[in-house]
């Protein structure tokens, strides 16, 4: 029913950029919270960024002042951009959504998309 769709990621050096995109299609009533998480091999998937329809947004610590979530109400999509990076960032990031079909408008779910690769290494 809902479709989230990654691109942007890949392999940087430290201290460079990356910019992840991520675009939600489907049978869309409405998006509440959209954001991004990260799992490296071995460990707990963990929020990065999180971004409210109104545009209210929080970032885990490791990334404040280095990472920035945006959207785009109109077009579904969601943005994280990445500056700064270390090693330490590299993992699999996903994109997700709180959505509201139109086939239950009642009923909020969360979606996922399939995770891209963001590897940060000289």
């Known amino acids: 029913q809902v479709q989230l769709v990654e691109s942007g990621g890949g392999l940087v050096q430290p201290g460079g950029s990356l910019r992840l995109s991520c675009a939600a299609s489907?049978?869309?009533?409405?998006?509440?919270?959209m954001g991004w998480s990260r799992q490296e091999p071995g460990k707990q998937r963990e929020l990065v960024a999180r971004i409210t329809s109104d545009g209210s947004t929080n970032y885990a610590d490791s990334v404040k002042g280095r990472f920035t979530i945006s959207r785009d109400n109109a077009k579904n999509t969601v943005t994280l951009q990445m500056n700064s990076l270390k090693p330490e960032d590299t993992a699999v990031y996903y994109c997700?959504?709180?959505?509201?079909?139109?086939?239950?408008?009642?009923?909020?779910?969360?979606?996922w998309g399939q995770g891209t690769q963001v590897s940060v290494s000289s």
């Open positions: 489907g049978s869309i009533f409405s998006i509440n919270a």
């Open positions: 997700h959504a709180v959505v509201r079909t139109f086939q239950a408008p009642g009923v909020r779910r969360t979606y």
